[in-house]
């Protein structure tokens, strides 16, 4: 059985930071692309960063650039999103997401994702 976990999310000040974790379990993490994506109370699910299971490229959305960086630890079969410079505007609930139909790449877009995690929840605030 498939399964993604998330940990590591948690109360933050503005400029802090936080490293999340999503370990997989179920599959082989690296041979597919995983995503992280974000939802704030109101507003609709969007893309923060995702990895190749080819390769390993990485993609990241335009309000995280120069502040997330994505990485994978295949030995731990787990992927990170570390975040660093944190804003009020990131928080949300983080999840990570599997996408194991179709291509290997790296898209944003979560209806090209088939295998979620629960979400870990990430409030940053002073």
């Known amino acids: 059985q498939l399964q993604l976990v998330e940990s590591g999310g948690g109360l933050v000040q503005p400029g802090g930071s936080l490293r999340l974790s999503c370990a997989a379990s179920?599959?082989?993490?690296?041979?597919?692309?995983i995503g992280w994506f974000r939802q704030a109370p109101g507003k609709e699910r969007e893309g923060v960063s995702c990895i190749s299971g080819s390769g390993g490229s990485t993609t990241y959305a335009d309000p995280v650039k120069g502040r997330f960086t994505l990485s994978r630890d295949n030995a731990k079969n787990t992927v990170y999103l570390q975040m660093n410079s944190l804003k009020p505007e990131d928080t949300a609930i983080y999840y990570c997401?599997?996408?194991?139909?179709?291509?290997?790449?790296?898209?944003?877009?979560?209806?090209?994702?088939?295998?979620w995690g629960q979400g870990t929840q990430v409030t940053v605030s002073s």
């Open positions: 997401a599997a996408r194991t139909k179709g291509f290997r790449s790296c898209v944003l877009s979560h209806d090209e994702y088939d295998y």
């Open positions: 179920g599959f082989t993490l690296d041979y597919y692309a």
